[in-house]
């Protein structure tokens, strides 16, 4: 997929220190921007979108992986049936 490049206006001492900070544990800030980009888009994108924007990719990241729905109290129950003679 093509890429583009972001510009954003930020305080330079702000950046400096971050920058900084984030390389004490072994990240870079534009590693980090990347996240945050992938977070809005996960976040903003409906489903059906990013699934038809990201379909050339090898696999879905986990952010798009569909999280598993938990079962509704009544299916997961043994299914009995109730016989009104007994």
């Known amino acids: 997929?093509?890429?583009?490049?972001?510009?954003?206006?930020?305080?330079?001492?702000?950046?400096?220190?971050?920058?900084?900070?984030?390389?004490?544990?072994?990240?870079?800030?534009?590693?980090?921007?990347?996240?945050?980009?992938?977070?809005?888009?996960?976040?903003?994108?409906?489903?059906n979108v990013r699934n038809y924007i990201c379909k050339d990719e090898d696999a879905p990241s986990a952010a798009e992986a569909p999280k598993s729905k938990k079962p509704k109290p009544e299916d997961s129950q043994p299914n009995q049936e109730e016989n009104p003679d007994e």
């Open 1 to 47: 997929m093509k890429k583009i490049n972001l510009t954003v206006s930020y305080e330079e001492e702000k950046v400096k220190a971050l920058r900084w900070y984030l390389e004490q544990k072994g990240t870079k800030l534009e590693e980090e921007l990347v996240k945050a980009v992938d977070t809005l888009f996960n976040k903003n994108v409906p489903a």
